[in-house]
């Protein structure tokens, strides 16, 4: 017996709320990056920063429970890995961080990853 399964296609909305996912785990990490310094220090008003950013990923997490219920993981996913871009470019801005030539060598190859996954056709059925 052929088992078939029902696809859930990538919608325009879906894609606008991965990218809003995205930016938002990036913000989140920032945050959480820029107060984490401070946590275990004497208190400090960047220590409130810390907190907003695992509120922002605490909601996050409910947003991409959502994604999932639209489309499916193998679609979403990928889709998801943006934000392994997004992060080291928003840390140079924000945190003044340096990336390495290699690091960006690895940042291209993730970025040709997503697109050649996009590209593909999901499969129909069982593998």
């Known amino acids: 017996m052929e088992k078939i399964t029902k696809i859930k296609q990538l919608t325009l909305k879906i894609f606008l709320l991965i990218a809003a996912n995205d930016l938002l785990d990036t913000a ?13 220090g004497p208190a400090s008003p960047e220590m409130l920063l810390f907190w907003i950013g695992l509120a ?12 999932l ?10 889709m998801a890995s943006s934000s392994y871009i997004l992060i080291p470019i928003a840390a140079i801005f924000f945190l ?7 690091r960006w060598l690895g940042l291209v190859l993730i970025m ?3 697109y050649f996954v996009s590209r593909s ?6 593998p």
């Open 28 to 40: 989140a990490q920032l945050l959480m990056k820029k107060g984490v310094h401070h946590l275990f």
């Open 56 to 67: 922002i990923y605490l909601s996050n997490f409910f947003l991409w429970m959502y994604i």
């Open 69 to 78: 219920s639209k489309v499916d993981l193998s679609v979403a996913l990928p």
């Open 96 to 102: 003044h961080e340096f990336v390495s030539p290699l």
């Open 112 to 114: 040709l990853g997503i």
């Open 121 to 126: 056709k999901p499969s129909r059925g069982e």
